[in-house]
């Protein structure tokens, strides 16, 4: 995962996870992301600590962490807060990033 920058958070499109430091959870959720990124051996998230960008979580109605956003045509298309399993984060990947999944990236 590479972390978030300014610029980043300008762009149209990108799947950014949103965690803080000291969550038990945003640690599972984590370590599910970073599974996805080894099998695909490219980085796929960015990260966020929550902690260092109040405006952006107050802006964006961040509700809680572990958060997964999905940033499609410059939209929030949605957040996810429970991740629940590898297979169900490849679900939305299926949904929004269906480029990853065919033979010519």
């Not at 695909?40 to 260092?52: C, D, G, K, R, V």
């Not at 045509?73 to 949605?78: A, D, K, L, P, V």
């Not at 996810?80 to 679900?91: E, Q």
Request: hydrophobic share 35%; with cysteine; glycine share 0%.
């Amino acid at each position: 995962m590479k972390e978030i920058s300014e610029e980043i958070l300008e762009e149209q499109d990108f799947l950014l996870y949103i965690y803080t430091p000291f969550c038990g959870t945003c640690h599972l959720a984590r370590t599910m992301l970073e599974k996805i990124e080894a099998v695909h051996q490219e980085t796929i998230f960015y990260e966020m600590n929550a902690s260092l960008y109040p405006e952006f979580m107050q802006e964006n109605k961040i509700e809680s962490v572990p958060c997964l956003v999905i940033k499609k045509s410059n939209n929030i298309q949605e957040k996810i807060y429970a991740f629940h399993s590898i297979a169900n984060i490849y679900s939305y990947l299926l949904e929004y990033q269906p480029e990853m999944f065919t033979e010519n990236k």
